[in-house]
């Protein structure tokens, strides 16, 4: 039996390019970089309980959160390979206070400015469960030319030009969006190459799993206590009761939710009342990607991409998945 050609990341990039006339390259060439990056994060997150790298580093974010070992060799990575890219103006990171400006020549002149979290969901290395990047990509706002500035980085989450991330789990993946739809790549060990796996990736509309940090209910509004009731209540008809399934690392159960069908959960709370999942390095990113794939995403009060930032670390309640979940959801905590 013939064996089907495997096709690229890099070589689909090329091909999705060469569909528009006027595209200089540079967003492919990022996404490309980012790739790279993931493939130097994923050979230490396969030795990790070999080598020194897991386990707390000995500081803190600007989050307040541990940073892990594993936090700061990706920070780095990412960083390391962006500045000397020539397609990037700069960088925000989760785990930086503020944005970096590569001020050389071939950067100022750069387009696209890039914002991540290098590690999502790193409280999860230690007992060997999923974790991963995500990243999003926007067109800068400032003068070509010059540095770029905070403006370009808190823009919302609509005018995102590419958002993805990378998931280390039994296999690694890179899934990314950009307005022509969702694609997901697996890691493909001998050659070292992602490789197309998962083409035009679709969200069900409907699901049978959500995903919320259940342990938190007390300190949740009378709302979203009626809708984890309405979860849990059976319904044959429905399909009810739903599934509950919590990893605790968003890009793992975004990935499930994306997937599979279902819908990601982290509400405001009495103990965060503004949200706890940043806007965006989390939020924004996951929102375009869902959404290109026909789910959606909202903050209870309006669509999450619709939000203007007002600072870098800015948090936001967010409800993402299947979009007839998402609306039901509505009717219970809606603004």
Known sequence: MQQSKLITMDEFTIMETRKFPQATGELSSLLRDI????????????????????????????????????????????IGILKYSTDCAGIASEENDDHLAFEDSFSANSKYVVLFDPLDGSSNIDVNAPIGTIFSIYRRVSELGKPCTIDDFIQPGNRQMAAGYIIYGSSTMIVYATRLGVNGFTLEPSIGEFCLSHPNIKCPENGKIYSINQGNTSKCSEGMVSYLNYCMEPNKEEGRPFSHRYIGSMVADMHRTLLKGGIFIYPADKSSPKGKLRLQYECNPMAFIIEAAGGKATWGGGNIMDIQPTELHQRTPVFIGSKNMVNKVLEYVGA
Do not use: S, W
């Not at 994923?42 to 307040?64: F, H, M, P, S």
């Not at 070992?69 to 990706?74: E, G, I, M, P, S």
């Open 35 to 78: 790739g790279l990056a993931g493939k130097l994060v994923n050979k230490q997150v396969r030795k990790a309980g070999l080598v020194d790298i897991i386990g707390e580093y000995g500081a803190t974010n600007i989050q307040g959160e541990t940073q892990q070992k594993l936090d700061v060799f990706a920070n780095e990575t990412l």
